[in-house]
């Protein structure tokens, strides 16, 4: 069945750096167009980033961009969030979404993973 | 990106309640719009894509409706189990963008 699971989330005080990962398996991951989604808490879902089934294009949440990279091994199954000059406002829980082929929509998450910026 | 904007934030209703949500999108996008329902601890589950289809295992108390830039989302009779937080998500743009979200709760 498919499984999505995010790692890498923890507590990184303002400005630092963290590289989030999702580990994807029970599908073909590199046919698969895959998002970064997150929910700051008490907030609502915000969409981050997106990426191409083959890595070719990448699409970003102004909110991001220029600062988080969206990237991904399909020889690994894995899709990745790099996260630099991270604010308070990241604070929030980040799950990796897979986008149904041939559609528009989410049909499998992730469970998520925490991350706190904070000194 | 494309600002939804989604309305109410919140309602109370009753088991039985027909309830209607909207989410205004600021510009066209034609029927690229979907619509999840998410509960405390768990996945957000699709309920209506492409602004009007409803998705497999869905009740049919659930409808969407609309296209261009506004739409709605229908539940025909609240149940209990529908208490939960909806989003709409537009799909158009290359950026994505999910309504702020309407919390139902129970009157």
């Known amino acids: 069945q498919v499984q999505l699971v995010e790692s890498g989330g923890g507590v990184v005080p303002p400005g630092r750096s963290l590289r989030l990962s999702c580990a994807a398996s029970?599908?073909?991951?590199?046919?698969?167009?895959m998002h970064w989604v997150r929910q700051a808490p008490g907030k609502g879902l915000e969409w981050v980033a997106l990426i191409w089934y083959d890595g070719s294009k990448k699409y970003y949440a102004n909110s991001v961009k220029g600062r988080f990279t969206i990237s991904r091994d399909n020889s690994n199954n894995t899709l990745y969030l790099q996260m630099n000059s991270l604010r308070a406002e990241d604070t929030a829980v980040y799950y990796c979404?897979?986008?149904?082929?041939?559609?528009?929509?989410?049909?499998?998450w992730g469970q998520g993973t925490l991350v706190t910026v904070s000194s | 990106d494309i600002p939804m904007t989604q309305s109410p934030s919140s309602l109370s209703a009753s088991v039985g309640d027909r309830v209607t949500i909207t989410c205004r999108a600021s510009?066209?996008?034609?029927?690229?719009l979907n619509w999840y329902q998410r509960k405390p601890g768990k996945a957000p589950r699709l309920l209506i894509y492409?602004?009007?289809s409803l998705q497999g295992g869905v009740p049919s108390r659930f409808s969407g409706s609309g296209s261009g830039t506004d739409f709605t989302l229908t539940i025909s009779s609240l149940q209990p189990e529908d208490f939960a937080t909806y989003y709409c998500?537009?799909?158009?743009?290359?950026?994505?963008?999910f309504g702020r979200g309407t919390k139902v709760e129970i009157k």
């Open positions: 492409a602004a009007s």
């Open positions: 510009q066209i996008i034609d029927s690229f």
């Open positions: 029970g599908f073909t991951f590199s046919s698969y167009t």
């Open positions: 979404a897979r986008q149904r082929a041939t559609r528009s929509y989410f049909d499998y």
């Open positions: 998500q537009e799909s158009y743009s290359d950026a994505w963008t």
